[in-house]
């Protein structure tokens, strides 16, 4: 099993900035797949970006590309998400997800093994 633990949330302006991290600990050597969900209230969770454990594939969900950006951090085992131009709509508990096997459809949260707790984002307008 896979632990995952998400900081960096916060409350922001419009256009403001803001860097997630999750870090993992335990059997994290068969990790295939590391991927942000997001859950707004009243809203089912959603798919923001996905890296492969090589790091050679990236995936971004349509509302945040060219905004957002995923990448492995220079701690060991961290993932980070780098969130720019953020807008209220980006308001959400924003979860950690790990995938240890192989899958294709990394947009669906059904396909994850392992999630961390999840930490707040709260944009103002």
């Known amino acids: 099993q896979v632990q995952l633990v998400e900081s960096g949330g916060g409350l922001v302006q419009a256009g403001d900035s803001l860097r997630l991290s999750c870090a993992a600990s335990?059997?994290?050597?068969?990790?295939?797949?590391t991927s942000w969900f997001r859950q707004a209230p009243g809203k089912e969770r959603e798919f923001v970006a996905a890296i492969k454990s090589n790091s050679l594939s990236t995936y971004y969900a349509d509302s945040v590309t060219g905004r957002f950006t995923i990448a492995r951090g220079n701690a060991k085992n961290t993932v980070s998400l780098q969130m720019n131009s953020l807008k209220p709509d980006d308001t959400a508990v924003y979860y950690c997800?790990?995938?240890?096997?192989?899958?294709?459809?990394?947009?669906?949260?059904?396909?994850?093994?392992?999630w961390g707790q999840g930490t707040q984002v709260t944009v103002s307008s």
């Open positions: 997800a790990a995938a240890r096997g192989f899958i294709l459809e990394y947009y669906s949260d059904a396909n994850y093994d392992d």
């Open positions: 335990g059997r994290t050597l068969g990790t295939f797949l």
